[in-house]
C-alpha cells in the first residue's frame, strides 16, 4: 500500500442546518416528514436497495453499507454507478473516531432512501440519500443530534472508497482499468480522483467551511480503486441541537468541469431539485391511479410504479432505455422490455417505449446488419452480449403493436411494420422444413433446448396475427390476409402439435428422440435427485423408458415441465386445453408463485416456502427458481380463460413475495433471489388489474377504448383514475349497491368512445337514466362521461 498524508484544506459543505440567526434552511430529512414509506425489517439488513436517478444511483445494504456483491462484474455490482463506469464502491461516516456501523432503522422512500444510526445513544444521526432527475449526483445528507442537555464535541470523518472502472464488457470497447489516482481540489471545491490511464473521474464535494483531506491509499476492496478519508475539524453541538453534514458526488467520461458544473447545480439548487422530483413522482402517483378494497395490492401497484422509475436509464451516447433488473442487469434487454411495456402501458409517458425501441432498432441493426433480428442484450457501453434469440424479434414487434394500441402513434407503428417484414424474412430462413416452426433457442435459457421451442411458436404465431392487423392499418389487405393465414395455420398447428394429453400441458420442445434422450439423460443428471424431487425422476425414467422401447408416438416431449402459460396470455391456447392446464398447474406452486422449470418442484412443495438466499450457496442459477414473471402468467391467463376470481390466488402469491426482503420490491426469483427489483414483476399486477379487472382495451388511432371489466366478486368498489389513453385521459369509478352494478366511465376528450361490454346474459343497461339494449353484449357510449347501470 502506497500510505501518504496530505494537509489540503478546502472550502466544502459541512454544517448548515441552521445559519447564525438560528433560521431553518433546506434539510432532505424534514422535506421527507408525511412522504410515503415502507420500513425494512429488523433481520434484513444484508438485502439491497437503490437510491436511483436516471443518470446515477447507488446500490448498497440496509445497514447502510456497501458490500461487494454482483456476479457480472464480480464483487462490483453495488456502489455508485454512473454508466457506463462505476464510481465509487461506498462511503461511510465515523462520529469521534468510531464508524456509525449498522443502521438500526432503514427506511425505503418513493424517491430517496434514509438510515437511522446510533438511536438512543448521545449522538444520534439520520443519514438521507437523495439522486435528482436527469443530473448525475449523489446527495448525501448526514443530521447529526445530540440529545444531551450537555454540549458536546463531535468530531467526523468520511471515508470514501474509489472505484473507477468499466461496465460489464468493457474490455470490448477498450475500456481497460486502471489504477485510481487522487487529483486532489479543483474547480469548486471538489476532490477529483482519476482512473490514471482513462479520462473517467469521480468527484466529491459539499457546501461551506473547511474539510481536510487526511490520507489516501489503496483500497483492501476488489478492484483498482482508492481509499480517501476526509477529516472534518471538530465542531461544537450545542444541547438538543441539530446540524447537517451533506455531500455531493458525481462523475464524467469527459474532464473535471463536467464534475464541476453538475456539482454546483446541486449545490445551488437541491431544494429545487428536491420538490422537482417529488412532484414527478406525485405525478406517478396521479396517473393511472387505483384505489381498491385489497389495500395490500394497491401498495404493490403503487411501489410497482416507482419500481419502474427506478430502472429507467439514459445513457450518454446510447439513449434511454429501461433496465432488466437491478444489481446485475442494469442494461437492456429486449424480452425484458417487451414483457414490462406491455404492461406498463397507460401507466407512464410512451416516450419511454419510443426511446427503447429506437434505441434497440439501431443497435440491432447494426450488429445483425439488417437482418430483421433483434438483439437480446445490450451492455451500457453499446457492446451486445447476445444478438437475439428466436422468440425476441417477434415479441419486439408484438409489443410494438401494444403501444400503438395504446398511444394511436401511426409514425410509430410504421417504423415497426417495415421492420416486421424484415423479421419474417429472417425467421422463414430459420424454419429449415417450412413447416412455420422456427428452430432456435427461445426464453428457456436451457442447455440443448434449440429444436423446435414452444415459446418460440406461440411469439411466431401471435407475431403473424399481429402483422396482420398493422397490415390492416397501412391499407395492405392483400399482405394482411396472408399474415392472418399463416397465424390461423400456425394456431391449429401448435393445438396439434404440441398438446401433451397425459400431462394437460403443453410439450416443452419438437425434436427427434435422439436428442429427446440426450436431454431427458441431462435432466436426470442434473435437476433430478431422489431426495428432492422422486417424481420427477420417476416421471424421466418413464418417459425414457418409452421412446427406447418404440412405445412413445408423440411429437413433442415434455421434460422440463415449462410454463404453458405463454401460449395462454397470447390467445393461441384452445379455451379447453387452457382450462385443463389451469386446473393442473397448480401442483407446480407454493406460496410465492410457480417453478419457472416444473420438474424443480419439491416432493414436498413446502420444503422451500422460505428464504432462497438463505438456502443457495455458490454460482448464480436459476434452476430451482420461482419467478414473478411465471406467476403472472399464470395471473394473466386465469384472468383471460376462468375470469379475475381465479386470478387473484396468483395475485396473493405474488403478494406474498412484496417487501418480502426489499421494501417496496418483489425479487426476479422469489421471495428474496437474485434481481431485488425486476422491471417484468409489474406484468402480474398491471395487466390483471388494468386489462382485465377494469377491462380496458383500447384502439387508440380510432379513438375508441373497449371496456370489458371483471372485477372479483369480493369487491364492493373499485376506481381506475386518468389512465393514459393516446391524447385522452380515461377514469372508471365502479360501485356496487346490492344487486345493481354501477360504472361511472369519463374520458378528458370528448370525441372519444367506449364499447362497454355488458356481463354474460345482462341484455340492457341504464345509461345515464335512460335504459338502453345492447347491441350483441356492448352498448357504446360517446359522451365524455357516462354512467351505466345493470
Known sequence: MNKFLVSIICTLLLFSCTDEKGKSTFSLNEELKNTVNIKGQKDNGNY??????????????????????GFHVPGEMGG???????????FKLSVNNSDLGECTQFIAYPFANQF??????????????????SLPVLVVEYLIQNNTSDVKKIDLSLRVDSDLSPVWLGERSGMIDSRDTLLGIKENNAIIVKDSLNEWYAGISSETDSLIIASSEDSRLKGKGISIRLNIPAQDLKAKEKKIVRFYMSGSMKNTTEIDQNLKIAKENIKNLFADKKQRYADIDRRAEITIPDTLLMQAYRWGKYNTDWLVRDVPGMGQGLNAGLPDYPWFFSNDQSSAFSALVGT????????????????????????????????????????GRM????EFINTAWTVFKWTGNKDFLKTYYDHGKKVWQFLQEHDTDNNLYVEGYGGVEIEG?????????????????TMAEMALVFGESDLSKEYSEKAEILKKKINEDWWNESENRYFDFISNKSKALQLIDMALEKR???NRNKWAKEKLTDLKIKIKNGEYNEKGYSVYYNPSTGVLTSDVADKEKAVKYLESVPFFTNK?????????RPDDITLEEGSVAHRLTGEFNYHEAIMGGATSGLAIAECKYRGADYAMPYIEKILNNFSFATPGTTYEVSPDYGMFVQAWNVSGINIPLIQYIFGVNPMAYKKEITIKPDMPSKWDYAKLERLLVGNNELSIDFKKSENKRIYVIENSQKDWVVNFKLAENVNSAMVNGKEVKADNGTISLTRAKNTIEF
Open 528 to 530: 433430478v435427485s431422489d
Open 391 to 394: 422468440e425476441e424479434s417477434q
Open 116 to 133: 437511522e444510526y446510533l438511536q438512543n445513544q448521545e449522538i444520534s444521526v439520520i443519514r438521507t440519500d437523495f439522486v435528482p432527475d
Open 80 to 90: 455508485v454507478w454512473q454508466h457506463p463506469i462505476k464510481l465509487l464502491d461506498g
Open 449 to 465: 433446448l434449440n429444436d423446435e421451442m414452444l415459446d418460440v411458436a406461440y411469439h411466431t404465431q401471435t407475431f403473424l396475427q
Open 592 to 600: 410465492y408463485g410457480l417453478y419457472i422449470s416444473g420438474i424443480a
Open 348 to 387: 407512464v409517458e410512451p416516450c419511454l417505449f419510443y426511446n427503447s425501441w429506437d434505441m434497440l432498432l439501431r443497435i440491432s441493426n447494426e450488429y445483425n446488419n439488417n437482418s430483421g433480428r433483434i438483439v437480446h442484450e445490450v451492455s451500457t457501453n453499446g457492446q451486445v452480449y447476445d444478438k
Open 48 to 69: 439491497l436497495y437503490v437510491t436511483a436517478g436516471n443518470m446515477l444511483y447507488s446500490i448498497g445494504d440496509h445497514y447502510g453499507g456497501f458490500p461487494e456483491i
